[in-house]
């Protein structure tokens, strides 16, 4: 972007103004004040009363980092290892107290049954079998290498091992608690009858429906006292809410023409003054440019040069066809594709197959990618040189090799059989050789990998195929562009600062506003604009007030935008406030206000005249059990039910409420189910249920714990 550009050639220039703002925060006495007192300084939280380093939690943050790659955001690492810190922390004292210790041959016998130990190569003996003495030498050699600097690998399998220690002693723990657990015969026998016995019931249903709601009002205060009797239910975290208008910076029409003249110009040679030649020189256009690579280069292209020859099916289709009409030397466009305006020229066209079938044998190296090999390049390289002269001097042994000696084990397993596969699915090296050779061709190509010792199999039929290179100019906002879409942005946050409402003002300038609702502390995502974790901090700020606004530069997939925001709820950690449950409590305070004004009306003394006064009729429910307690016309209600398993035959129970209405009910029958010899099945479907929730341990243990979390003040 053309300001962002400039704020880039200014970056001295910012890191001292920046140095000057953190300087004037060190100086506020308040602010230091603040920070030394909260004894939170050197602490990320507290486990049960054990404090959690802040410096080694930084750590323990950069390891995971390092390990999970750029797929992984910097708060998505902070939560990470927290939840493995407090998992680790709440686990710490059942395990003392149950007095469990993984010994270290348990601990070892473990490691070694890895998947990944057992199937790698470097623990394998001549004869293709795992050989415990190569791993430990192995991990004599990370544990050596640890110690003249190199530590990564080292601390890797530290990480690994911890890991399943950990694994062990839950699984030990969890196994403890199984046992403790458990049910009796008599359990069993209830449990069985209880589910079995069937009712039959006469019942009056009067629905809450058949009160008006003018009738009955729910208040805040009622509404705040219902969330005070179920605080546990409505205990929630602080968030906040907001409301943002997003100005995208993209290119006008005007910007897009420009770009497209750019390009047209390159086609044809052309005169410009050269201030070096003191007047015109000749340009040589795409078209007459005998080296397209370096043309492309030249031509300060946002796409870097692409030789890899491709079939129709492949071009971009608004240029494919005009592509495989044309002539070689032909330059095609500038035509809009993927966000850039392009200029192609045919660089050369060719016949080859759209499919190949192919056998290779990896020998990989230390440093090659995804390689756990310790032999050297050049050892490597011996050993491929010398395989090659054995598959080619006799073609039946590459199976037997690929098997016994591949680093690729997949297709090693299959005699090194790579089955098909199309032109731009291998390594362009790899690629080449297959594509450009004949069937039954031998020979060693060098990829990232290592040393391949590839056999065409075979080939599909051959197909025209082109390569184009191609000058690419990223479809951007000119810097006139983006300081009108600033100004906009900037004028929208002015009036808020001024307390104008964000709605009102969008509506007014046609802008569409958007909600992030409910953002956590240590959140990152909002909604459409993705991660931006400096808006949620700036939400959480300590002197934040509601109706605060601000203007942010986003990115969002790459693209960059102005976001203006503004603060519409605050949240408090602890009860939820009334305005976000009111729809959910509402409800049930509202029957709970009809069930008191029905239950004045259920005077009479039999079904019959229950239902006269309610202008109802009686109802009949036939062969009900608890454990499917839906009534036929009513539905679901199970409170109802489980009434009628224990009430008395033939006697008139009013005033019983449901999910729905209020009843009254007469039983009429109980029938229950035939006596059995033993209730083993039914105490073990017992045992069972209980044991299945060991899976809930962790939630509960963590539940019981006390923890601190500091995360939201530092990151």
Same mark, same amino acid.
């Given at each position: 972007?053309?300001?962002?550009?400039?704020?880039?050639?200014?970056?001295?220039?910012?890191?001292?103004?920046?140095?000057?703002?953190?300087?004037?925060?060190?100086?506020?006495?308040?602010?230091?004040?603040?920070?030394?007192?909260?004894?939170?300084?050197?602490?990320?939280?507290?486990?049960?009363?054990?404090?959690?380093?802040?410096?080694?939690?930084?750590?323990?943050?950069?390891?995971?980092?390092?390990?999970?790659?750029?797929?992984?955001?910097?708060?998505?690492?902070?939560?990470?290892?927290?939840?493995?810190?407090?998992?680790?922390?709440?686990?710490?004292?059942?395990?003392?107290?149950?007095?469990?210790?993984?010994?270290?041959?348990?601990?070892?016998?473990?490691?070694?049954?890895?998947?990944?130990?057992?199937?790698?190569?470097?623990?394998?003996?001549?004869?293709?079998?795992?050989?415990?003495?190569?791993?430990?030498?192995?991990?004599?050699?990370?544990?050596?290498?640890?110690?003249?600097?190199?530590?990564?690998?080292? @601390?890797?399998?530290?990480?690994?091992?911890?890991?399943?220690?950990?694994?062990?002693?839950?699984?030990?723990?969890?196994?403890?608690?199984?046992?403790?657990?458990?049910?009796?015969?008599?359990?069993?026998?209830?449990?069985?009858?209880?589910?079995?016995?069937?009712?039959?019931?006469?019942?009056?249903?009067? =629905?809450?429906?058949?009160?008006?709601?003018?009738?009955?009002?729910?208040?805040?205060?009622?509404?705040?006292?219902?969330?005070?009797? @179920?605080?546990?239910?409505?205990?929630?975290?602080?968030?906040?809410?907001?409301?943002?208008?997003?100005?995208?910076?993209?290119?006008?029409?005007?910007?897009?023409?420009?770009?497209?003249?750019?390009?047209?110009?390159?086609?044809?040679?052309?005169?410009?003054?050269?201030?070096?030649?003191?007047?015109?020189?000749?340009?040589?256009?795409?078209?007459?440019?005998?080296?397209?690579?370096?043309?492309?280069?030249?031509?300060?292209?946002?796409?870097?040069?692409?030789?890899?020859?491709?079939?129709?099916?492949?071009?971009?289709?608004?240029?494919?066809?005009?592509?495989?009409?044309?002539?070689?030397?032909?330059?095609?466009?500038?035509?809009?594709?993927?966000?850039?305006?392009?200029?192609?020229?045919?660089?050369?066209?060719?016949?080859? =197959?759209?499919?190949?079938?192919?056998?290779?044998?990896?020998?990989?190296?230390?440093?090659?990618?995804?390689?756990?090999?310790?032999?050297?390049?050049?050892?490597?390289?011996?050993?491929?040189?010398?395989?090659?002269?054995?598959?080619?001097?006799?073609?039946?042994?590459?199976?037997?090799?690929?098997?016994?000696?591949?680093?690729?084990?997949?297709?090693?397993?299959?005699?090194?059989?790579?089955?098909?596969?199309?032109?731009?699915?291998?390594?362009?090296?790899?690629?080449?050789?297959?594509?450009?050779?004949?069937?039954?061709?031998?020979?060693?190509?060098?990829?990232?990998?290592?040393?391949?010792?590839?056999?065409?199999?075979?080939?599909?039929?051959?197909?025209?195929?082109?390569?184009?290179?191609?000058?690419?100019?990223?479809?951007?906002?000119?810097?006139?562009?983006?300081?009108?879409?600033?100004?906009?942005?900037?004028?929208?946050?002015?009036?808020?600062?001024?307390?104008?409402?964000?709605?009102?003002?969008?509506?007014?300038?046609?802008?569409?506003?958007?909600?992030?609702?409910?953002?956590?502390?240590?959140?990152?995502?909002?909604?459409?604009?993705?991660?931006?974790?400096?808006?949620?901090?700036?939400?959480?700020?300590? @002197?934040?007030?509601?109706?605060?606004? @601000?203007?942010?530069?986003?990115?969002?997939?790459?693209?960059?935008?102005?976001?203006?925001?503004?603060?519409?709820?605050?949240?408090?950690?602890?009860?939820?406030?009334?305005?976000?449950?009111?729809?959910?409590?509402?409800?049930?305070?509202?029957?709970?206000?009809?069930?008191?004004?029905?239950?004045?009306?259920?005077?009479?003394?039999?079904?019959?005249?229950?239902?006269?006064?309610?202008?109802?009729?009686?109802?009949?429910?036939?062969?009900?059990?608890?454990?499917?307690?839906?009534?036929?016309?009513?539905?679901?209600?199970?409170?109802?039910?489980?009434?009628?398993?224990?009430?008395?035959?033939?006697?008139?129970?009013?005033?019983?409420?449901?999910?729905?209405?209020?009843?009254?009910?007469?039983?009429?029958?109980?029938?229950?189910?035939?006596?059995?010899?033993?209730?083993?099945?039914?105490?073990?479907?017992?045992?069972?249920?209980?044991?299945?929730?060991?899976?809930?341990?962790?939630?509960?243990?963590?539940?019981?714990?006390?923890?601190?979390?500091?995360?939201?003040?530092?990151?």
């Amino acid at each position: 972007m053309a300001i962002l550009s400039k704020i880039r050639d200014r970056s001295m220039f910012l890191i001292i103004i920046i140095g000057l703002a953190l300087f004037s925060f060190v100086l506020d006495p308040s602010a230091i004040q603040s920070f030394f007192s909260s004894g939170k300084v050197n602490s990320i939280g507290e486990i049960n009363g054990e404090s959690i380093d802040r410096e080694e939690f930084g750590r323990a943050v950069e390891s995971y980092k390092s390990r999970a790659g750029r797929n992984v955001s910097q708060m998505q690492a902070v939560n990470a290892v927290w939840n493995n810190m407090v998992s680790e922390g709440v686990f710490k004292t059942q395990l003392e107290e149950a007095g469990i210790v993984i010994g270290e041959k348990d601990l070892w016998d473990a490691m070694m049954a890895l998947p990944s130990v057992q199937g790698s190569p470097l623990f394998k003996n001549e004869i293709g079998l795992f050989d415990e003495e190569k791993l430990k030498e192995y991990v004599a050699t990370l544990r050596d290498d640890a110690k003249t600097g190199d530590k990564t690998a080292w @601390n890797n399998w530290l990480a690994t091992e911890k890991s399943i220690q950990q694994n062990l002693e839950r699984k030990a723990y969890t196994s403890l608690v199984k046992v403790g657990l458990g049910a009796s015969l008599k359990s069993g026998e209830r449990d069985y009858f209880n589910n079995n016995t069937t009712v039959n019931a006469s019942f009056v249903y009067v =629905p809450y429906t058949s009160v008006s709601d003018s009738l009955v009002s729910v208040s805040n205060s009622d509404i705040a006292s219902y969330i005070k009797e @179920n605080k546990k239910k409505y205990n929630v975290d602080a968030s906040r809410n907001l409301n943002f208008v997003k100005f995208d910076i993209i290119a006008s029409k005007n910007d897009e023409d420009a770009i497209k003249a750019t390009l047209s110009v390159m086609v044809n040679d052309r005169e410009e003054y050269s201030a070096a030649a003191k007047g015109k020189v000749n340009i040589p256009g795409f078209k007459n440019a005998t080296d397209d690579k370096a043309f492309v280069e030249d031509s300060k292209s946002d796409l870097s040069y692409d030789g890899t020859f491709r079939f129709q099916n492949e071009l971009p289709s608004v240029i494919s066809n005009e592509v495989f009409e044309a002539e070689t030397g032909a330059v095609v466009g500038p035509f809009k594709h993927n966000g850039y305006f392009k200029l192609s020229k045919v660089s050369e066209v060719i016949m080859i =197959p759209d499919s190949v079938k192919a056998s290779h044998i990896l020998i990989s190296f230390a440093g090659a990618a995804s390689s756990s090999s310790l032999v050297s390049e050049a050892d490597a390289k011996k050993t491929v040189d010398s395989l090659l002269k054995v598959v080619k001097g006799n073609k039946a042994k590459f199976t037997e090799i690929a098997k016994t000696l591949s680093s690729d084990l997949g297709s090693g397993a299959k005699g090194g059989d790579l089955d098909w596969f199309t032109y731009s699915t291998m390594t362009p090296k790899f690629r080449d050789f297959c594509f450009e050779n004949k069937t039954n061709d031998i020979d060693v190509v060098k990829t990232v990998f290592g040393f391949h010792i590839i056999r065409i199999d075979a080939q599909n039929e051959k197909k025209k195929a082109v390569k184009l290179a191609t000058v690419a100019k990223l479809i951007e906002a000119s810097e006139e562009t983006e300081n009108i879409i600033f100004e906009k942005a900037e004028t929208l946050a002015s009036q808020l600062a001024e307390g104008k409402n964000i709605n009102d003002l969008a509506k007014e300038s046609g802008y569409n506003v958007q909600m992030a609702v409910g953002l956590k502390v240590l959140g990152e995502n909002v909604t459409s604009l993705g991660s931006q974790r400096q808006m949620v901090s700036w939400a959480f700020d300590t @002197n934040r007030l509601l109706n605060d606004s @601000n203007r942010f530069d986003v990115d969002v997939n790459g693209k960059m935008a102005y976001a203006v925001v503004s603060l519409t709820g605050i949240t408090k950690k602890g009860l939820a406030p009334v305005a976000a449950v009111i729809n959910e409590i509402r409800p049930i305070l509202m029957n709970r206000k009809k069930a008191a004004i029905l239950l004045k009306r259920m005077n009479g003394e039999t079904l019959s005249e229950i239902a006269k006064e309610n202008n109802t009729a009686v109802r009949n429910a036939t062969a009900v059990t608890i454990v499917s307690p839906t009534l036929v016309g009513v539905g679901n209600e199970p409170a109802i039910v489980g009434a009628m398993s224990t009430l008395e035959l033939n006697k008139v129970e009013k005033g019983l409420v449901g999910n729905k209405g209020v009843f009254a009910v007469e039983v009429t029958k109980r029938e229950l189910p035939a006596t059995l010899e033993n209730y083993g099945t039914f105490r073990n479907t017992l045992v069972n249920k209980v044991q299945n929730r060991t899976g809930q341990l962790y939630n509960v243990l963590k539940e019981a714990s006390q923890i601190e979390d500091y995360r939201g003040q530092i990151y």
